[in-house]
T-cell receptor, first 112, second 117 residues
Framework: DAGVTQSPTHLIKTRGQQVTLRCSPK?????VSWYQQALGQGPQFIFQ???????QRGNFPDRFSGHQFPNYSSELNVNALLLGDSALYLC???????????FGPGTRLTVT | AQKITQTQPGMFVQEKEAVTLDCTYD???????LFWYKQPSSGEMIFLIY??????QNATEGRYSLNFQKARKSANLVISASQLGDSAMYFC??????????????FGAGTRLFVKA
């Protein structure tokens, strides 16, 4: 049984560009959450998707948007990239009703 | 606002000894969940242990135990018989369940644990 998978593993973009990160949840999970983890810090909650809708959102600007597909996979889109967007982006999946949350390996985004 | 505080940026422990990683939290919600995660240098977050706010007993998972003191709003992680492979970042986190049924997980700044041979 595959766990949470994320792609790509690493990504280098230029300031002002747009990026799309992808996440496939653990089999049977219906909820996907995205986090941004800057170097040396704890993860910060970006948003959460359930039933293809954004259910919760953290303190991130509208440049950060997402989508959840009928198969529960999810995308994180970031527009107009800033140098400060350089971070490890973690995806986590769960059942909405369960406390267990499984994290993927992350996508390391570098903005130059 | 909910907050997680980890005051130990780094900790050293001798192999085979026990170590306690501190975590305090702040919330006005009566129902919440507390978590500890391990993050090796590879970056993946590994779930270690969970404590619900209404759980009467402290949670234990193998060598990990959570010392939950509700009145003091603390949720310290105790690792017994430390192993070299325990060297990693450790994050305390709290789940905030929203009225919409969704939830947010708030993380502390983390404690880096170094296990010495």
């Amino acid at each position: 049984d595959a766990g949470v998978t994320q792609s790509p593993t690493h990504l280098i973009k230029t300031r002002g560009q747009q990026v799309t990160l992808r996440c496939s949840p653990k089999s049977g999970h219906d909820t996907v959450s995205w986090y941004q983890q800057a170097l040396g810090q704890g993860p910060q909650f970006i948003f959460q998707y359930y039933e293809e809708e954004e259910r919760q959102r953290g303190n991130f600007p509208d440049r950060f948007s997402g989508h959840q597909f009928p198969n529960y996979s999810s995308e994180l889109n970031v527009n107009a990239l800033l140098l400060g967007d350089s971070a490890l982006y973690l995806c986590a999946s769960s059942l909405l009703s369960s406390f267990e949350q499984y994290f993927g390996p992350g996508t390391r985004l570098t903005v130059t | 606002a909910q907050k997680i505080t980890q005051t130990q940026p780094g900790m050293f422990v001798q192999e085979k000894e026990a170590v306690t990683l501190d975590c305090t939290y702040d919330t006005s919600d009566p129902s919440y969940g507390l978590f500890w995660y391990k993050q090796p240098s590879s970056g993946e977050m590994i779930f270690l242990i969970y404590q619900g706010s209404y759980d009467q007993q402290n949670a234990t998972e193998g060598r990990y135990s959570l010392n939950f003191q509700k009145a003091r709003k603390s949720a310290n992680l105790v690792i017994s018989a430390s192993q070299l492979g325990d060297s990693a970042m450790y994050f305390c986190a709290m789940r905030d369940t929203q009225e919409t049924g969704g939830f947010k997980t708030i993380f502390g700044a983390g404690t880096r644990l170094f296990v010495k041979a």
